[in-house]
C-alpha cells in the first residue's frame, strides 16, 4: 500500500517540502506520496496526523513546539531543545525528531569557521540552530522581539537580547530565524539596529527560504555574503526523508533527487 506523508503549517502553501519529498518517492519508485495540510491549531496535530493515516509528516510554523508535546516518544537532538519537525508512526505511536539543526550546520559549511554568531528570533527554529551551535562551542547571542521566549536561552546562550537592550559585537554570522520576511515586508528588528548589525558581520543568512527576505535584501545593498535557507531545507529534508523511509533509500540518492526538485 503506497504510504502518505504531509507537512503540517500556517502558512503551509509556501512550503516545497511535497516537491522535494514526492521527487525522492518518484525517482526512485518508492511507494509513498507527500501532501500539505494547512493546520490552525496545533493541538489538533495528533489527532490530525492519526486521521489521515500518515506514516510521517513535517512540521513547519508555528507548530514545531505543540508537535514535541503531541509525541509519545522523541529521540535525539529534538529532546534536548523541546522542538520537533519531523514525525514518525511506529506502529502507532507518534515519534519526534529535528533534523532542522544538523540541516543548517551543513547550510553554513562553505562560510568556513564560525566563532561568533548572533541568532535573531527565540523560536523553534532559534532554539535548534543555537543548541546546535553551542553544542560546536561557537559563540551565539540572541536577539527577539520579546523576553518570554529567551528565557529558554538565559543559561546556554553567550548573551539575550530584546530590542530594548541590545548591544552590539562583532559577528562571523548574523541568521534571521524569524517570521518577518516570510509573508509580509518587515525586517527581524528595527531598521538602524538591522543596519548596525549588518554593518559589523562577516556573512548573513535567513531561515526563510523561496524570496528574498527585506533582512537579505538589505545585507545584498551592503555586498555582505548571504544565503537564504534554501540549503537548510535540503539539508533538513534529506535527513527527514531518510527517516521517512526508515533507510531503506540511500541517502546519497535521496539527496540527489531531492535537489533536482529545487530546479523545478
Ligand atoms: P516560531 O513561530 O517558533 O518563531 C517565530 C519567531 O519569529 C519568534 O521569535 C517571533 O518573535 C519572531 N517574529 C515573528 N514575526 C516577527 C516580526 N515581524 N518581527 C520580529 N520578529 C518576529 O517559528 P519557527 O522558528 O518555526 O520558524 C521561523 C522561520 O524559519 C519561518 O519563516 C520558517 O519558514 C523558517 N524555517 C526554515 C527552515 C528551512 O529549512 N529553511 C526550517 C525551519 C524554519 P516573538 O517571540 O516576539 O513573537
Same mark, same amino acid.
Given at each position: 500500500?503506497?504510504?502518505?506523508?504531509?507537512?503540517?503549517?500556517?502558512?503551509?502553501?509556501?512550503?516545497?517540502?511535497?516537491?522535494?519529498? #514526492?521527487?525522492?518517492?518518484?525517482?526512485?519508485?518508492?511507494?509513498?506520496?507527500?501532501?500539505?495540510?494547512?493546520?490552525?491549531?496545533?493541538?489538533?496535530?495528533?489527532?490530525?496526523?492519526?486521521? %489521515?493515516?500518515?506514516?510521517?509528516?513535517?512540521?513547519?510554523?508555528?507548530?514545531?513546539?505543540?508537535?514535541?508535546?503531541?509525541?509519545?516518544?522523541?529521540?535525539?537532538?529534538?529532546?534536548?531543545?523541546?522542538?520537533?519537525?519531523?514525525?514518525?508512526?511506529?506502529?502507532?505511536?507518534?515519534?519526534?525528531?529535528?533534523?532542522? +539543526?544538523?540541516?543548517?550546520?551543513?547550510?553554513?559549511?562553505?562560510?568556513?569557521?564560525?566563532?561568533?554568531? %548572533?541568532?535573531?528570533?527565540?523560536?523553534?527554529?532559534?532554539?535548534?540552530?543555537?543548541?546546535?551551535?553551542?553544542?560546536?562551542?561557537?559563540?551565539?547571542?540572541?536577539?527577539?522581539?520579546? +523576553?518570554?521566549?529567551?528565557?529558554?536561552?538565559?543559561?546556554?546562550?553567550?548573551?539575550?537580547?530584546?530590542?530594548?537592550?541590545?548591544? %552590539?559585537?562583532?559577528?562571523?554570522?548574523?541568521?534571521?530565524?524569524?517570521?518577518?520576511?516570510?509573508?509580509?515586508?518587515?525586517?527581524?528588528?528595527?531598521?538602524?539596529?538591522?543596519?548596525?548589525?549588518?554593518?559589523?558581520?562577516?556573512?548573513?543568512?535567513?531561515?526563510?527560504?523561496?524570496?528574498?527576505?527585506?533582512?537579505?535584501?538589505?545585507?545584498?545593498?551592503?555586498?555582505?555574503?548571504?544565503?537564504?535557507?534554501?540549503?537548510?531545507?535540503?539539508?533538513?529534508?534529506?535527513?527527514?526523508?531518510?527517516?521517512?523511509?526508515?533507510?531503506?533509500?540511500?541517502?546519497?540518492?535521496?539527496?540527489?533527487?531531492?535537489?533536482?526538485?529545487? #530546479?523545478?
Amino acid at each position: 500500500m503506497k504510504k502518505l506523508f504531509a507537512i503540517f503549517g500556517n502558512p503551509v502553501s509556501h512550503s516545497r517540502s511535497p516537491l522535494m519529498h #514526492n521527487s525522492v518517492f518518484k525517482g526512485l519508485n518508492y511507494k509513498a506520496c507527500y501532501t500539505r495540510v494547512h493546520l490552525l491549531d496545533g493541538t489538533k496535530l495528533r489527532e490530525t496526523f492519526f486521521n %489521515l493515516k500518515l506514516s510521517g509528516a513535517n512540521v513547519t510554523v508555528p507548530h514545531k513546539e505543540a508537535a514535541f508535546k503531541a509525541c509519545d516518544e522523541v529521540r535525539g537532538f529534538a529532546k534536548k531543545v523541546g522542538v520537533v519537525n519531523t514525525l514518525i508512526n511506529e506502529n502507532g505511536k507518534l515519534i519526534g525528531y529535528n533534523t532542522d +539543526a544538523d540541516g543548517f550546520m551543513f547550510a553554513i559549511e562553505e562560510f568556513g569557521k564560525i566563532n561568533n554568531v %548572533l541568532v535573531i528570533g527565540a523560536g523553534g527554529t532559534a532554539k535548534a540552530l543555537a543548541s546546535r551551535l553551542i553544542q560546536n562551542n561557537i559563540k551565539v547571542s540572541v536577539l527577539n522581539r520579546s +523576553a518570554s521566549r529567551l528565557e529558554y536561552f538565559k543559561d546556554i546562550a553567550h548573551r539575550c537580547y530584546t530590542w530594548d537592550n541590545f548591544e %552590539l559585537e562583532k559577528y562571523d554570522l548574523v541568521v534571521n530565524t524569524t517570521s518577518a520576511g516570510l509573508k509580509d515586508d518587515e525586517l527581524p528588528a528595527p531598521k538602524d539596529m538591522i543596519d548596525d548589525i549588518l554593518d559589523n558581520t562577516l556573512f548573513v543568512a535567513d531561515a526563510i527560504y523561496g524570496n528574498l527576505t527585506p533582512f537579505l535584501k538589505q545585507a545584498n545593498e551592503k555586498a555582505i555574503t548571504y544565503k537564504d535557507g534554501a540549503d537548510m531545507l535540503l539539508g533538513q529534508g534529506v535527513l527527514a526523508n531518510e527517516l521517512f523511509v526508515n533507510k531503506e533509500l540511500k541517502l546519497k540518492k535521496i539527496k540527489f533527487f531531492m535537489q533536482k526538485s529545487f #530546479n523545478l
